[in-house]
């Protein structure tokens, strides 16, 4: 299983991002999805899940600005942020329970 993730760049606050996640080697619409981020100096932490039905969570630092999305034809997972503050800043992985991981993409909120 490999999961490429990518879409992280520099915005400033209150800016938007659109990171993806491909999937390959796995029955991908089958499997739960999970965004996870890690600023400098802390621990990962969840930002938000969606299942094989659709059903999405998030963490309460994202309500309302991020939204979590996949597309099961094309084996992609999404991540839409809006209102991006200083404190979103963080390398964004993505996740297949419980054991695969991307690589990561920086995302960085300029104040």
């Known amino acids: 299983v490999q999961l490429q993730a990518s879409g992280g760049g520099l915005v400033q606050a209150g800016g938007s991002l659109r990171l993806s996640c491909k999937a390959s080697?796995?029955?991908?619409?089958?499997?739960?999805l999970a965004w996870y981020r890690q600023a400098f100096g802390k621990q990962r932490e969840l930002v938000a899940n969606i299942t094989s039905g659709h059903i999405t969570s998030y963490a309460s630092f994202v309500e309302g600005r991020f939204t979590i999305s996949r597309d099961n034809v094309n084996r992609k997972m999404y991540l839409q942020m809006n209102s991006l503050k200083p404190e979103d800043t963080a390398v964004y992985f993505c996740r297949l329970p419980p054991q695969y991981w991307g690589q990561g993409t920086q995302v960085t909120v300029s104040s």
């Open positions: 080697g796995t029955n991908f619409r089958l499997n739960s």
